[in-house]
């Protein structure tokens, strides 16, 4: 079945270091693919998707590029803040017909002033 | 702020209790999912609702859990006789039924069984 792998955290950076989070995927078909973000004791909100392969999704200077040939989808930020401390997810969109989410086991990243 | 909403956003029970958790979507949003969060994993899929209908159940979901989501509006989550291992956050997601599939998360339920 579909399957989401994620880089083990925590990963623990300096404030203005430049952040990879790796995220490779199986899947039949061609899924959708998410970065969501959990800040402690809340729900997942959306960091970006991109649909289709070679789409870039970006927000609040969070980047993933969707890379077909390699099945990835990794999560970077040129400079990171004491802000973006949190826990990151990456997930795929099932395609077989619910949309139903498949997610890795999530990345926490602590970022230190 | 019309996201989507869950209530308790956190429920303390006993071993053998029954508990119920709502949640209410995005209004228009048709597909609504519930998902189970242990610490340090990632959210797993429990069932999918197509307005009223429930057209998938995960195997996570065993026989004492059941869903409904009555008028294609809200959403009710029922364990009965809960035990140790039902302790997770239970997560809510809706979104809409065409070209795109991206999921709204409420804040969860974070449930204790004690």
């Known amino acids: 079945g579909d399957s989401v792998t994620q880089m083990e955290g925590p990963v623990t950076l300096s404030e203005e270091a430049f952040l990879t989070i790796n995220c490779t995927y199986t899947?039949?078909?061609?899924?959708?693919l998410f970065w969501y973000v959990q800040y402690p004791g809340e729900g997942l909100q959306l960091l970006l998707k991109?649909?289709?392969?070679?789409d870039k999704g970006s927000n609040k200077g969070f980047e993933a590029t969707y890379r077909k040939e390699t099945t990835s989808f990794h999560l970077e930020k040129g400079s990171v803040q004491v802000s973006d401390s949190a826990v990151y997810f990456c997930?795929?969109?099932?395609?077989?017909?619910?949309?139903?989410?498949?997610f890795g086991t999530g990345t926490r990243l602590k970022v230190l002033a | 702020d019309t996201g989507v909403s869950q209530d308790p956003r956190h429920k303390i029970t006993k071993r053998g209790q029954n508990v119920t958790f709502r949640c209410d979507p995005i209004?228009?949003?048709?597909?609504l999912y519930w998902y189970r969060q242990t610490l340090g994993q990632g959210p797993e899929f429990l069932t999918y609702?197509?307005?009223?209908?429930?057209?998938?159940k995960s195997r996570l979901l065993s026989d004492r859990f059941s869903a409904e989501r009555p008028k294609g509006s809200f959403s009710t989550l029922e364990i009965q006789r809960t035990e140790q291992g039902d302790s997770a956050m239970y997560l809510c997601?809706?979104?809409?039924?065409?070209?795109?599939?991206?999921?709204?998360f409420g804040p969860g339920t974070r449930l204790t069984v004690l």
């Open positions: 997601a809706s979104s809409v039924a065409g070209y795109t599939d991206t999921q709204y």
């Open positions: 899947a039949t078909g061609y899924p959708s």
């Open positions: 991109a649909t289709k392969a070679d």
């Open positions: 997930a795929l969109s099932d395609q077989g017909g619910t949309y139903k989410y498949i």
């Open positions: 209004s228009e949003h048709n597909r």
């Open positions: 609702f197509q307005n009223e209908a429930q057209l998938e």
